[in-house]
């Protein structure tokens, strides 16, 4: 096995040589179709389609050579152990539906029907998909956000300690490390702690998949100790969209049963661009990684010394540089407003929340990306005029904003099935009331506001006076609630009682 082999990438070029004819899927045909549009009337879409021409050519399926990802034994298992070596893995699962697969398919493998499993409040929602679709049980840690940032969010060891003494028939815990912000939390103790109990630590590190390529960045989950970890290889390395991957390590987890999971819940068709550019992605670390992460960390560092010097904004601080998260300090411009200040200027952030916006590069950033961010953010502190006197008077409503995530306590267990999507179509036992009328109804729905991504109410749990307050607060400062039933936080599903 040597790392500057690219398997899967050579395999379709070695495929691509030969001038193959197809008489196989995918209908495409390596993109000839859009030969026969050339000339057409419909020149205008001719001209538009052509871009999809050089990822048709690659576009291609499981046949002879190209090995099957579900058995794999020639290219993509090649590959794949390439990978769990550089990530450090026993096992690298390639993932061509996101980080959400992997964190399914980890959920479905350690949980049966009514399993119980120990999780972080912040964790995606595929997570709580996965716990619907195995019918199982979960018991959630207290949140620990710090009140000054809202970003922030501790797993303490004594908070888990009492759970595993409390639950000892969980089955694993499983936590999201980094948060979207690039904070983290302490891993490498708390892999220890779970590994007392003898039960796997699953970690979504979806956005996490640079850690460890250079010493400046946090260390990664696998290195950390943890049994299973999904990465979205897409997000913060270089793969294509839903390019992701699943690592295990040691024996806690069953890897036959992990495949199984996989093989129910991917493609029986899965995408070889993107398992290709997962190969890609891995021999780019090897080869540039730590080289291109230096060269962008120091503008990195260079940028943020700017900002602080010589401008009205503001940065937090955290542990994954290539994450900034940054805030107007005289409180002129709400974080939408600077995403919109910047993106009429060409420049697309990668989320806003009401104070924040926060920016993400990688490894592929240039110096031309930061001096463009360095020369807009100049103009959009003329434009806007913000005035130093009023530096950091805004904060103080957001402490409070965030006083009540601070109270939630170790939940009871939580049992999810599917049926729970359907409670509104169950008019027999839930109702939809005013948010108002709800305080003392016990919800009938999981209610998350984003930011911070935190479930706030979880099915089952009696809705406080401090829950409508803080409810209504997110919803006015221009928090989203996804998959709520009604998203403009106006109203709850409750459970109707007898
Ligand atoms: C913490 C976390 N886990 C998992 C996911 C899902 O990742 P993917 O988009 O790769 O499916 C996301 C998506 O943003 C996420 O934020």
Request: aromatic share 8%.
């Given at each position: 096995?040597r790392q500057?082999?690219?398997?899967l990438?050579?395999?379709?070029?070695?495929y691509?040589?030969?001038?193959p004819?197809s008489?196989?899927?995918p209908g495409?045909?390596?993109?000839?179709f859009?030969s026969k549009?050339?000339g057409?009337?419909d020149?205008v879409?001719?001209d538009k389609a052509l871009i999809?021409?050089?990822?048709l050519n690659?576009?291609?399926?499981?046949i002879t050579?190209?090995?099957d990802?579900?058995?794999?034994?020639?290219?993509?298992?090649?590959?794949q152990?390439?990978?769990?070596?550089c990530?450090?893995a026993d096992?690298t699962?390639?993932?061509?539906n996101?980080?959400?697969?992997?964190?399914?398919?980890?959920i479905?493998?350690v949980?049966?029907?009514?399993?119980?499993?120990i999780?972080?409040r912040?964790?995606?929602?595929?997570?709580i998909?996965?716990?619907m679709l195995a019918?199982?049980?979960?018991?959630?840690?207290?949140a620990?956000?710090?009140?000054s940032?809202?970003?922030?969010?501790?797993?303490?060891?004594?908070?888990?300690k009492e759970?595993?003494?409390?639950?000892?028939?969980a089955k694993?815990v499983?936590l999201t490390?980094?948060?979207?912000y690039?904070?983290?939390?302490?891993l490498e103790s708390?892999?220890?702690?779970v590994?007392?109990y003898?039960i796997?630590l699953l970690v979504d590190e979806a956005?996490?998949?640079?850690f460890?390529i250079h010493?400046?960045?946090?260390k990664?989950?696998?290195?950390?100790?943890a049994?299973?970890?999904?990465?979205?290889?897409?997000?913060?390395l270089?793969?294509?969209t839903?390019g992701s991957?699943?690592?295990i390590q040691?024996?806690?987890?069953d890897?036959?049963?992990v495949k199984q999971?996989?093989s129910?819940?991917q493609?029986?068709?899965?995408s070889?661009?993107i398992?290709?550019s997962?190969?890609?992605?891995?021999?780019?670390i090897i080869?540039?990684?730590?080289?291109?992460?230096?060269?962008v960390?120091?503008e990195?560092e260079?940028?943020?010394?700017?900002?602080?010097d010589?401008?009205?904004?503001?940065i937090w601080?955290?542990?994954?540089?290539f994450?900034?998260?940054?805030f107007d300090?005289?409180?002129s411009?709400s974080g939408?407003?600077?995403q919109q200040?910047?993106e009429a200027?060409?420049?697309y952030i990668e989320?806003a929340?009401?104070?924040n916006?926060?920016?993400?590069?990688s490894?592929?950033s240039?110096?031309?990306?930061?001096?463009?961010l360095v020369?807009?953010l100049?103009?959009?502190?003329?434009?806007?005029r913000?005035?130093e006197?009023?530096?950091?008077?805004h904060?103080?409503?957001?402490v409070s904003?965030?006083?009540?995530?601070?109270q939630?306590?170790?939940s009871k267990p939580?049992h999810f099935h599917l049926?729970?999507?359907?409670?509104h179509?169950?008019?027999d036992?839930t109702t939809?009331?005013?948010?108002?009328?709800?305080?003392?109804?016990?919800?009938?729905?999981?209610?998350?506001?984003?930011p911070?991504g935190?479930p706030?109410l979880?099915s089952?749990?009696?809705i406080t006076k401090?829950?409508?307050?803080y409810?209504?607060?997110c919803?006015?400062?221009g928090?989203?609630?996804?998959?709520a039933y009604?998203?403009?936080?106006?109203?709850?599903?409750?459970?109707?009682?007898?």
């Amino acid at each position: 096995m040597r790392q500057s082999d690219l398997p899967l990438l050579e395999a379709l070029h070695r495929y691509k040589g030969q001038a193959p004819s197809s008489y196989h899927v995918p209908g495409h045909k390596s993109g000839v179709f859009l030969s026969k549009l050339e000339g057409t009337s419909d020149s205008v879409v001719y001209d538009k389609a052509l871009i999809f021409k050089t990822l048709l050519n690659i576009d291609i399926t499981e046949i002879t050579g190209l090995d099957d990802l579900h058995e794999p034994s020639g290219v993509i298992a090649e590959a794949q152990a390439l990978a769990a070596d550089c990530f450090g893995a026993d096992h690298t699962f390639f993932l061509v539906n996101g980080s959400t697969v992997g964190n399914l398919s980890l959920i479905l493998t350690v949980c049966e029907p009514g399993d119980l499993i120990i999780l972080s409040r912040n964790v995606h929602k595929s997570v709580i998909h996965g716990l619907m679709l195995a019918g199982a049980k979960a018991v959630f840690l207290p949140a620990n956000v710090d009140a000054s940032t809202g970003f922030s969010y501790e797993v303490y060891s004594q908070h888990l300690k009492e759970a595993l003494e409390q639950y000892p028939q969980a089955k694993a815990v499983f936590l999201t490390n980094p948060n979207y912000y690039g904070l983290t939390i302490d891993l490498e103790s708390i892999a220890q702690l779970v590994h007392e109990y003898n039960i796997p630590l699953l970690v979504d590190e979806a956005h996490g998949a640079h850690f460890g390529i250079h010493p400046k960045l946090p260390k990664s989950a696998l290195a950390c100790g943890a049994d299973g970890v999904v990465q979205s290889t897409h997000k913060m390395l270089t793969a294509m969209t839903m390019g992701s991957m699943l690592h295990i390590q040691g024996a806690r987890l069953d890897v036959t049963l992990v495949k199984q999971r996989l093989s129910m819940l991917q493609s029986s068709s899965p995408s070889y661009p993107i398992m290709a550019s997962l190969d890609l992605a891995r021999w780019l670390i090897i080869h540039y990684g730590y080289a291109w992460a230096e060269d962008v960390i120091n503008e990195i560092e260079a940028f943020k010394i700017w900002v602080k010097d010589e401008t009205h904004f503001g940065i937090w601080d955290n542990d994954d540089p290539f994450k900034i998260m940054m805030f107007d300090r005289t409180g002129s411009l709400s974080g939408y407003e600077l995403q919109q200040a910047l993106e009429a200027r060409g420049c697309y952030i990668e989320m806003a929340d009401p104070e924040n916006t926060l920016i993400l590069l990688s490894l592929a950033s240039t110096k031309q990306d930061i001096e463009k961010l360095v020369e807009n953010l100049k103009e959009i502190q003329l434009v806007f005029r913000l005035k130093e006197q009023e530096i950091e008077a805004h904060f103080t409503n957001k402490v409070s904003r965030l006083e009540y995530i601070k109270q939630l306590k170790l939940s009871k267990p939580v049992h999810f099935h599917l049926s729970q999507w359907k409670g509104h179509k169950n008019p027999d036992q839930t109702t939809l009331v005013l948010l108002e009328n709800a305080i003392g109804e016990c919800s009938a729905e999981m209610i998350i506001p984003y930011p911070p991504g935190i479930p706030v109410l979880l099915s089952g749990e009696t809705i406080t006076k401090e829950i409508v307050v803080y409810l209504k607060k997110c919803a006015d400062m221009g928090a989203r609630f996804q998959d709520a039933y009604d998203s403009s936080m106006q109203s709850v599903l409750i459970y109707k009682s007898n």
